[in-house]
Structure formats: structure tokens, C-alpha cells
């Protein structure tokens, strides 16, 4: 049976090839997609954990949580609230830097909790106006300690590069929070609060506690939480879905015409198997088992693309401040089902075919 | 409709048992495609072991006999029994076509991206045969058919009579009692036909299987045991001499 397949899919090279395109680009489709919203949603998780916080605390009712404002004068409440170890106010200030407008520019006291939270790779802590950058965006602005980096049209001194394993800090800038409130013109405004949890709290109870004290805030620990909270980043896993609907259905159409052609040029071997005694579950297995086998090259060739798409996408729009994609194991065992359940969907339209067929009309060509 | 057939040239005294014993039992058996009537009322009984060749014109219904014999088609009505049983009425008609029969066409149709042993392994990968003795049981096949030595090659590497002989060796996978072939030399020269019919006889002696030939070779109707003449869906050649099934 497997060298009937393997003659079969390397008699007909083109139409294999055309099958496995199919599954390729649906595979593709899915797996980039899969990756992108994938780091869109970390990205979005990473706000609630800015600071290594265990949780951060946010203007409430808002779609885009880097649009949040707060006054900072509720920084000392959340402090004041049981429970809270820490509440370190952040300013995040978007589109400040011209050279790549992805980068966000965060204000903080770099000196604070937070500084001591950012290990430093190279350079030291900031003093007066100078700022720390992350490795991310230093690579990207070919920053270096002792160089400088123009924030709002204004230049600054960078004293140090820092990495702090969250991806969106790692691609950010940090400025001391009356610099960013100034160049920003929002004075006495804050972004979030990114708060830590004293030992023998839970970060819930500490969360919902802070809502009730501080009516209009919001807490977000958990960073699917916060994917769901943002709705642009609803919108877009949104958009995905779709895509990779529209996707998956031109990749079943020529899926199943694909197959639909090949069943109809092999109706007379077909009905050759039948006449020589192949049952009609052997012969629909015969079929399926060709179809798993392109679908699996199919999917190995739309796995390695999807990884390569995704980052290409992400590169060519700039965004990989925002997004990086997540190739995780889960998205390309998905990507995987995806290509089988393309190949076999195709195969039981021809399976159908077959079984329908009666024998001698086959076997008469 | 009454069974006709001329004289046996080797006359057998299987060939001499009631219908009930017969191989082959064709029973009033009518056959329309559309307004057209393939076959009308044929009755035919095939002993074990004979050798039958039908004839007749083109469209007589020669094919459509041997079709509905093979169980690859249903009459309209009538019925066919196979060693008394009329299996293509049942459940399971692959398993008793794989078991029952053996098919020779006048077009090989072997599968090309194949080579001649993976053809004739074809029916015993239906049959469920694990691979090591497929291979044996094949190679033993082409042996029988004088082709050990082409077992490797693909079809387009070998001559027509040769593809007919793999063609019969495929037939032959599953051991079947009865052989039914449409036309085996119809593609082929004389030199060639006259050998496949030498093979098909061969086999039949070895085997003891029934032979059902249809064929306007006239080496095929001095050799069969029997031959039924069909004309437009009935048989039509008077009788001479003994119908050896006992039909009618």
C-alpha cells in the first residue's frame, strides 16, 4: 500500500505539487497568523508586567491600553492599599522617536524600582537627562553608551543598554518620568502603574481591591487578560481568524479540485482495484492515505514558510516593537492538523466519487 | 432462452453434470441500458473446469455476459450463481470476486508507475497478504507465466504478450476457481494471442479452474471445450451436438 502512494504522489509529480501547494499556503496562512497574533497577544501581556510587576494597574473602559491616562497624585492610593509592595508610576509615549516610530519610550525613574529591575549589559544608570535603551532598541537605532538618541525632536545621552526579558521594554527607551511628561506635554499624567505584591497577598484580591479603592482603573495581572481587555488587539486576532479562514478555504478548493481531477483521470485503476478485489474501504484508504501523505509534505513545506512569513511580515510593517511573533510548538502542531484536515476534507469529496462509481464503468475507461 | 453450444472437441465428463453442479449458472438473465437491450432472457450453464468461449458481433453482448458473470454488473433480471451460489446478490462482493474470480481484459491495464511484480501484487494487498509473501507469491506467479525474469521491469519495458502474461498473473493472485477474460488477444498479433491462448489453457489444466473466453479468435473457439454464439443479446448458434452444462 505505501509503495502504491509513493508511486502514485511521484507518477503524478505536478498534481502532487499542486496539492501540496494548496495545503502549503493554508498551513502558511494559519501558522503566520497563529505566530503574529501570538506576539501580538504576548506584547499585549507584557503591559501588565512592565517593571517585572506582578500586575498593572490602568485608566479603565479604554481599546488601547498604551492610550491609558491616569494622575499620577493616585500613585501614593494604590501604594497606601493593603497588600501592595510596590506601585511604580510609567508613562508610555508612542510614536516619540522619528528614526522608528515602533519604539515606545517609557518614562520612568530609571533609578527606581524599575532601573533596578532592568539588568544593564552595558553602560551604567542614568544621571539628569541621560536615558537607558534596550538591547532591542539599540540594535535598531545602532545606539551605543555614550552615543545619543532624539526622543521628540530633542537629543539625548544614552548611559547605559539594558535587557529585562520582556519584549516590549527590550525594544523601548527609558527616560526619567518628568522628561517624558514634558516632551509629551502631559504633565502630572501617567500611563499605569505597575504594581508588586507584598508576600501573603494574592494578586488578585490586591487587584480588585485597588478597583473598588480607585473607581475607573483597571487591574490586568494575567496577560491573556489583557489581550482580551484590548480591543485592538481583539480586532486583530479577529482579522486573522478571517484571513486564515479565507485562506483555508482557497486552499480547500484547490485541495479538493486537485483531487477531484486526480480521482477522475485514476477512475479506471480505481475500478482495476475493485475488480481485482479491493473492498471499497481499501480503496477510499488508498486515496485518504495519499491525501495524509501530500498533506504532510504539504504542511511540512507551509510550516517553514509560515515561520518565515510571519517575520517578514512583522519586519516589512515595522512592527517589531509591538509583535514578535511566537512560532511556539502548540502554533505548529496547529499548523500541522491544519494541513491533514485540508488534505483529508479534499480526499472525501474523491472518496465519495469512488464509492459511488460503479465498477464496470470505471474499468471501461 | 434455451442453451445452444457446438460440440466439445475435448470433451470431459465433468462437463456432462447437472446445472446443479455447474460452475457457472446463468439464469434467464436480462440486461438493458436504456431503451437498448444488452442481453434478453440468457440461460448458460459452465461446468467446472470447461472451457467456454462466447462470441458473437460487436454489441451481441458478449462483454455485458461476462461482466454480469464476474459480478462487476447486475441483471436486470434473472440471477447468476456461482458454484450454486448466487454471491453477487450478497454482502462482501469484493471479498467473493477476489476469492471467486480472475480477470483478464483485452487492454492490460496494468498500473505503469508499477513494475511487473508490484502489478501482480496488486489483488493481494487487497486480500490483506503481508508484504514478504506478496512478494514470494508473485514471483511465483510471473514464474508461471514465463516472466520470472521480467519481474522488475515496468510495463512500458515490456513487449504486448508480455503485459497480457502479467495480466494473466495478476488474474491468478488470488486462485481463483473461475477465469474470466474479455478479449485477451484482441491487442495482439497472431504469434502472441496464440500464446497467451496456450498460457490460459496451460493454466486451466494445472489449475482446474474454469475458463470463460470471450474472443473472435477463431484458435480460441477450436480450443475451448465449448463455444456460445451471442446475437443481439441472445444466444443464437443452433445446436450441435451435446450441451455439455445441461442447460435448457
Same mark, same amino acid.
Given at each position: 500500500?505505501?509503495?502504491?502512494?509513493?508511486?502514485?504522489?511521484l507518477?503524478?509529480?505536478?498534481?502532487?505539487?499542486?496539492?501540496?501547494?494548496?495545503?502549503?499556503?493554508?498551513?502558511?496562512?494559519?501558522?503566520?497568523?497563529?505566530?503574529?497574533? #501570538?506576539?501580538?497577544?504576548?506584547?499585549?501581556?507584557?503591559?501588565?508586567?512592565? #517593571?517585572?510587576?506582578?500586575?498593572?494597574?490602568?485608566?479603565?473602559?479604554?481599546?488601547?491600553?498604551?492610550?491609558?491616562?491616569?494622575?499620577?497624585s493616585?500613585?501614593?492610593?494604590?501604594?497606601?492599599?493593603?497588600g501592595?509592595?510596590?506601585?511604580?508610576?510609567?508613562?508610555?509615549?508612542?510614536?516619540?522617536?522619528?528614526?522608528?516610530?515602533?519604539?515606545?519610550?517609557?518614562?520612568a525613574?530609571?533609578?527606581?524600582?524599575?532601573?533596578?529591575?532592568?539588568?544593564?549589559?552595558?553602560?551604567?544608570?542614568?544621571?539628569?537627562?541621560?536615558?537607558?535603551?534596550?538591547?532591542?532598541?539599540?540594535?535598531?537605532?545602532h545606539?551605543?553608551?555614550?552615543?545619543?538618541?532624539?526622543?521628540?525632536?530633542?537629543?539625548?545621552?544614552?548611559?547605559?543598554?539594558?535587557r529585562?526579558?520582556?519584549?516590549?521594554?527590550?525594544?523601548?527607551?527609558?527616560?526619567?518620568?518628568?522628561?517624558?511628561?514634558?516632551?509629551?506635554?502631559?504633565? #502630572?499624567?501617567?500611563?499605569?502603574?505597575?504594581?508588586?505584591?507584598?508576600? #501573603?497577598?494574592?494578586?488578585?484580591?490586591?487587584?480588585?481591591?485597588?478597583?473598588?479603592?480607585?473607581?475607573?482603573?483597571?487591574?490586568?495581572?494575567?496577560?491573556?487578560?489583557?489581550?482580551?481587555?484590548?480591543?485592538?488587539?481583539?480586532?486583530?486576532?479577529?482579522?486573522?481568524?478571517?484571513?486564515?479562514?479565507?485562506?483555508?478555504?482557497?486552499?480547500?478548493?484547490?485541495?479538493?479540485?486537485?483531487?477531484?481531477?486526480?480521482v477522475?483521470?485514476?477512475?479506471?485503476?480505481?475500478?482495476?482495484?475493485?475488480v481485482?478485489?479491493?473492498?471499497?474501504?481499501r480503496?477510499?484508504?488508498?486515496?485518504?492515505?495519499?491525501?495524509?501523505?501530500?498533506?504532510?509534505?504539504?504542511?511540512?513545506?507551509?510550516?517553514?514558510?509560515?515561520?518565515?512569513?510571519?517575520?517578514?511580515?512583522?519586519?516589512?510593517?515595522?512592527a517589531?516593537?509591538?509583535?514578535?511573533?511566537?512560532?511556539?510548538?502548540?502554533?505548529?502542531?496547529?499548523?500541522?492538523?491544519?494541513?491533514?484536515?485540508?488534505?483529508?476534507?479534499?480526499?472525501?469529496?474523491?472518496?465519495w466519487r469512488?464509492?459511488?462509481?460503479?465498477?464496470?464503468?470505471?474499468?471501461?475507461? | 432462452?434455451?442453451?445452444?453450444?457446438?460440440?466439445?472437441?475435448?470433451r470431459?465428463?465433468?462437463?456432462?453434470?447437472?446445472?446443479?453442479?455447474?460452475?457457472?449458472?446463468?439464469?434467464?438473465?436480462?440486461?438493458?441500458?436504456?431503451?437498448?437491450?444488452?442481453?434478453?432472457?440468457?440461460?448458460?450453464?459452465?461446468? $467446472?473446469?470447461?472451457?467456454?468461449?462466447?462470441?458473437?458481433?460487436?454489441?451481441?453482448?458478449?462483454?455485458?455476459?461476462?461482466?454480469?458473470i464476474?459480478?462487476?454488473?447486475?441483471?436486470?433480471?434473472?440471477?447468476?450463481?456461482?458454484?450454486?451460489? $448466487?454471491?453477487?446478490?450478497? $454482502?462482501?462482493?469484493?471479498?467473493?470476486?477476489?476469492?471467486?474470480?480472475?480477470?483478464?481484459?483485452?487492454?492490460?491495464?496494468?498500473?505503469s508507475?508499477l513494475?511487473?511484480?508490484?502489478?501482480?501484487?496488486?489483488?493481494?494487498?487487497?486480500?490483506?497478504?503481508?508484504?514478504?509473501?506478496?512478494?514470494?507469491?508473485?514471483?511465483?506467479l510471473?514464474?508461471e507465466?514465463?516472466?520470472?525474469?521480467?519481474?522488475?521491469?515496468?510495463?512500458?519495458?515490456?513487449?504486448?504478450?508480455?503485459?497480457?502474461?502479467?495480466?494473466?498473473?495478476?488474474?491468478?493472485?488470488?486462485?481463483?476457481?473461475?477465469?474470466?477474460?474479455?478479449?485477451?488477444?484482441?491487442?495482439?498479433?497472431?504469434?502472441?494471442?496464440?500464446?497467451i491462448?496456450?498460457?490460459?489453457?496451460?493454466?486451466?489444466?494445472?489449475?482446474?479452474?474454469?475458463?470463460i473466453?470471450v474472443?473472435?479468435?477463431?484458435?480460441?473457439?477450436y480450443r475451448?471445450?465449448r463455444?456460445?454464439?451471442?446475437?443481439?443479446?441472445?444466444?443464437?448458434?443452433?445446436?450441435?451436438?451435446?450441451? $455439455?452444462?445441461?442447460?435448457?
Open positions: 500500500m505505501l509503495a502504491m502512494i509513493a508511486a502514485n504522489m507518477r503524478r509529480r505536478g498534481r502532487t505539487a499542486l496539492t501540496a501547494l494548496g495545503v502549503a499556503v493554508g498551513v502558511m496562512t494559519v501558522v503566520a497568523l497563529l505566530s503574529v497574533t #501570538g506576539g501580538l497577544s504576548r506584547s499585549a501581556g507584557d503591559l501588565a508586567k512592565l #517593571g517585572r510587576a506582578d500586575f498593572g494597574v490602568f485608566q479603565g473602559g479604554l481599546s488601547d491600553l498604551t492610550a491609558s491616562s491616569l494622575p499620577d493616585i500613585v501614593s492610593r494604590v501604594a497606601a492599599q493593603a501592595v509592595a510596590s506601585a511604580v508610576p510609567i508613562q508610555i509615549v508612542p510614536h516619540a522617536i522619528a528614526r522608528d516610530s515602533s519604539i515606545l519610550v517609557f518614562g525613574n530609571p533609578n527606581g524600582i524599575l532601573g533596578r529591575r532592568l539588568v544593564l549589559v552595558s553602560g551604567r544608570l542614568p544621571r539628569g537627562q541621560q536615558l537607558l535603551v534596550g538591547v532591542g532598541a539599540a540594535k535598531q537605532l545606539a551605543a553608551v555614550g552615543g545619543t538618541i532624539t526622543v521628540s525632536g530633542q537629543s539625548f545621552p544614552v548611559a547605559g543598554i539594558y529585562s526579558g520582556i519584549s516590549l521594554e527590550d525594544n523601548g527607551v527609558v527616560l526619567p518620568l518628568a522628561v517624558t511628561q514634558r516632551i509629551s506635554g502631559r504633565t #502630572g499624567a501617567i500611563s499605569m502603574i505597575a504594581v508588586s505584591v507584598a508576600p #501573603g497577598y494574592r494578586d488578585v484580591e490586591v487587584e480588585r481591591r485597588i478597583e473598588r479603592a480607585i473607581p475607573g482603573t483597571l487591574s490586568l495581572g494575567d496577560p491573556s487578560e489583557v489581550a482580551r481587555v484590548d480591543t485592538n488587539s481583539r480586532v486583530i486576532t479577529k482579522a486573522a481568524i478571517i484571513i486564515a479562514v479565507l485562506a483555508l478555504l482557497l486552499g480547500a478548493v484547490v485541495v479538493v479540485n486537485t483531487m477531484a481531477m486526480s477522475i483521470e485514476r477512475r479506471q485503476q480505481f475500478g482495476l482495484l475493485a481485482v478485489g479491493w473492498s471499497r474501504a480503496v477510499a484508504s488508498l486515496i485518504l492515505g495519499e491525501a495524509i501523505a501530500v498533506s504532510l509534505v504539504g504542511a511540512a513545506a507551509g510550516l517553514a514558510l509560515g515561520a518565515l512569513a510571519s517575520e517578514l511580515v512583522v519586519g516589512a510593517l515595522a517589531g516593537t509591538f509583535v514578535s511573533p511566537a512560532v511556539t510548538m502548540w502554533v505548529l502542531a496547529r499548523g500541522v492538523l491544519v494541513g491533514l484536515a485540508l488534505g483529508v476534507t479534499g480526499a472525501l469529496f474523491s472518496v469512488v464509492m459511488q462509481g460503479p465498477t464496470l464503468r470505471a474499468i471501461s475507461g | 432462452m434455451l442453451i445452444y453450444g457446438i460440440r466439445s472437441r475435448k470431459d465428463d465433468r462437463l456432462l453434470q447437472s446445472p446443479s453442479g455447474a460452475a457457472v449458472s446463468v439464469e434467464d438473465v436480462s440486461r438493458c441500458f436504456g431503451t437498448i437491450q444488452a442481453l434478453s432472457h440468457v440461460s448458460l450453464n459452465v461446468a $467446472p473446469g470447461e472451457v467456454l468461449a462466447v462470441t458473437g458481433r460487436s454489441g451481441s453482448g458478449k462483454s455485458t455476459l461476462l461482466n454480469l464476474g459480478g462487476l454488473d447486475h441483471p436486470d433480471g434473472g440471477r447468476i450463481r456461482i458454484d450454486g451460489e $448466487p454471491v453477487w446478490e450478497r $454482502p462482501g462482493t469484493g471479498t467473493a470476486r477476489r476469492e471467486l474470480v480472475g480477470f483478464v481484459f483485452q487492454q492490460h491495464l496494468l498500473m508507475e513494475n511487473a511484480r508490484a502489478n501482480v501484487e496488486v489483488p493481494l494487498i487487497g486480500a490483506g497478504i503481508p508484504a514478504g509473501r506478496r512478494r514470494r507469491r508473485a514471483l511465483e510471473l514464474d507465466v514465463d516472466l520470472g525474469d521480467r519481474a522488475e521491469h515496468l510495463p512500458s519495458m515490456l513487449s504486448g504478450g508480455e503485459r497480457q502474461r502479467v495480466a494473466v498473473a495478476r488474474a491468478l493472485a488470488n486462485s481463483p476457481r473461475l477465469l474470466l477474460a474479455d478479449e485477451p488477444t484482441g491487442a495482439l498479433d497472431s504469434l502472441t494471442a496464440s500464446a491462448v496456450e498460457l490460459l489453457l496451460r493454466l486451466r489444466d494445472r489449475r482446474g479452474m474454469t475458463v473466453i474472443s473472435y479468435d477463431p484458435e480460441v473457439h475451448a471445450n463455444t456460445v454464439t451471442l446475437l443481439d443479446g441472445s444466444i443464437a448458434r443452433p445446436t450441435v451436438g451435446v450441451d $455439455p452444462g445441461g442447460g435448457g
